[in-house]
């Protein structure tokens, strides 16, 4: 399953470049909406002072690039499973000495908070059923990374059944918000009112 994602992500990009679609988004706005939601998990005081960042399935570096242009003050790893991926963003934040980009399944070091968005989206010919195994795993693993909390984005199941495609998962969110309350955190917020046909989790682990 992982061999496939990888080969659909450096299909996309050898398509499309370094850009949002790219990564299968639909363009730079709604890409940097999604960066607005995961990031509302980093406290304002953070943000300035200084905090760590794991960035799963980190494509192009197009997050922190984001976060650069925002002045956060970010130690950053990325980390995707295609070699493309991470050789494009090399290419772009190579120099950035606060950065590290890794081909990998599973990043090689803790840091204070951890976000994936869109990796959950594409599940082409997988069943519902080993996607959601998929899905869980990486959330363990995300939390076994993060010291304060994660955040992840989905394709919502209260989207408009016209415009669902069959190659797209769609999760439910009061199945992961409850996963997630349940498993991980008591500090547990669902973000599902910024426009898009999706939500947001974010879970903060007590300091």
Known sequence: ML?????????????????????????????????????????????????????????????????????????YHGYDLSAEMINAALATHGSDA????????APSRQADY???????????????????????????CMDASSRKGFAFNCLTSYSDPPFMRDYLHYADPCFYFDLCKRTYSRQVSLL????????????RKAS
């Open 192 to 203: 599902h009112d910024y426009g898009l046909y999706e939500f947001t989790l974010l879970v």
């Open 3 to 75: 061999q496939d994602v990888e080969a659909y992500y450096s299909s996309r990009i050898r398509s499309h470049g370094a850009t949002p679609e790219g990564v299968d988004w639909n363009g730079p706005d709604s890409q940097q909406l999604r960066f607005e939601q995961l990031l509302k998990l980093v406290p304002l005081a953070e943000r300035e002072q200084g905090f760590s960042l794991i960035d799963v399935g980190c494509g192009y570096g197009a997050l922190l690039t984001w976060l650069r242009e925002r002045s956060f003050a970010v130690d």
């Open 98 to 105: 606060n950065a590290f980009f890794e081909v990998a399944a």
């Open 114 to 140: 951890a976000v994936a968005s869109g990796i959950f989206n594409v599940c082409q010919q997988t069943s519902a059923e080993a996607w959601q195994g998929y899905i869980a795993e990486v959330l363990r």
